[in-house]
């Protein structure tokens, strides 16, 4: 049994109310069920269907990105950075474009953090610089080399004619022809609508979407740049 809730072009009738359970039905959802309706403005009518769907899911052809790292505590994170790096891990946080949606990064980045968890600034051994709104590309590129980087934390919220995508095209290109390879900061974006398996497409190293904790980026930082780089050399 599914609720779908969507609006029609149409004033509040009977009409709109059978032009919204026929529309569920082409939907897959038969019998469907008109439980709320109520007219939004001139000529619009906002619907709750409920009902039937018949079709089934493939679990086996759902592809995700897994966590491929250890989700660290707070105290964990410090440790490793004090103990491997010895010195403060550089991270540089911004919304790029004209994005003026800063929630999602400070949920990140700031003290407060979000869902019970402390955000970036906390942790001790971390060292964050939050640009805030509407960063241009050189603006994020010239941080990131005056506060030396180690990561570059990138949001996009906003997503009409696919300005995350174009945006965080632009913003790893900047950062591959600026610095060489092995001084490149690591490039993280992330956002409520990323897909994230393109992170290679984008040319960044990870993407993180919806519902993302601080605690999740500060076990991937170590991960990649503490634990998988010590690995490596
Ligand atoms: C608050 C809000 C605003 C506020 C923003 C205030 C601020 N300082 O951020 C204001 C009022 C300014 C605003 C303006 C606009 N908004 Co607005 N806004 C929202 C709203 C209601 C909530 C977004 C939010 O704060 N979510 C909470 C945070 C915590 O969630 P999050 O961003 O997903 O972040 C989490 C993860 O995605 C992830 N994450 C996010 N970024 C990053 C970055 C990294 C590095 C990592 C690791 C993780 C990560 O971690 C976070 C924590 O889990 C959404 C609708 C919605 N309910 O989502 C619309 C919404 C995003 N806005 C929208 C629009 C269209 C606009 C405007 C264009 C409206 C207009 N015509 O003026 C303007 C654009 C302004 C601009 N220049 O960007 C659309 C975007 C549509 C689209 N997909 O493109 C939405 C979806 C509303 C809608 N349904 O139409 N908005």
């Known amino acids: 049994m599914v609720q779908v809730s969507f609006t029609l072009p149409v004033p509040h009738d009977k009409r709109a109310e059978g032009a919204a359970v026929q529309l569920a039905n082409k939907m897959g959802i038969d019998p469907a069920m008109l439980v709320h309706a109520k007219p939004m403005s001139d000529g619009f009518t906002f619907f709750v269907v409920y009902g039937r769907v018949n079709h089934l899911v493939d679990l086996s052809a ?3 990105v897994e966590r491929d790292f ?3 505590s707070a105290k964990e994170v410090n440790a490793v950075v004090k103990r491997r790096l010895r010195r403060k891990l550089s991270v540089v946080g911004a919304c790029i474009g004209t994005d003026a949606h800063t929630v999602g990064i400070d949920a990140i980045l700031n003290v407060k953090g979000i869902a019970g968890e402390k955000g970036l600034e906390y942790y001790r051994e971390l060292k964050v610089t939050n640009l805030g709104a509407q960063v241009s590309v050189p603006e994020l590129v010239e941080a990131a080399r005056v506060e030396r980087a180690d990561a570059v934390l990138v949001s996009q919220v906003v997503t009409q004619r ?7 095209r632009e913003m790893s290109a900047a950062f591959r022809e600026a610095m060489p390879a092995g001084r490149r900061p690591l490039l993280i974006v992330g956002g409520p609508r990323f897909d ?3 992170a290679g497409e984008l040319g960044v190293d990870r993407i993180f979407g919806r519902g993302t904790t601080p605690g999740e ?3 991937f930082l170590v991960h990649a740049l503490v634990t998988e780089k ?3 050399a």
């Open 62 to 64: 759902v592809q995700v």
């Open 70 to 72: 250890p989700l660290l």
């Open 162 to 168: 696919d300005a995350h995508l174009h945006n965080t």
């Open 196 to 198: 994230e398996s393109m």
């Open 217 to 219: 980026v500060a076990s």
């Open 230 to 232: 010590k690995a490596k």
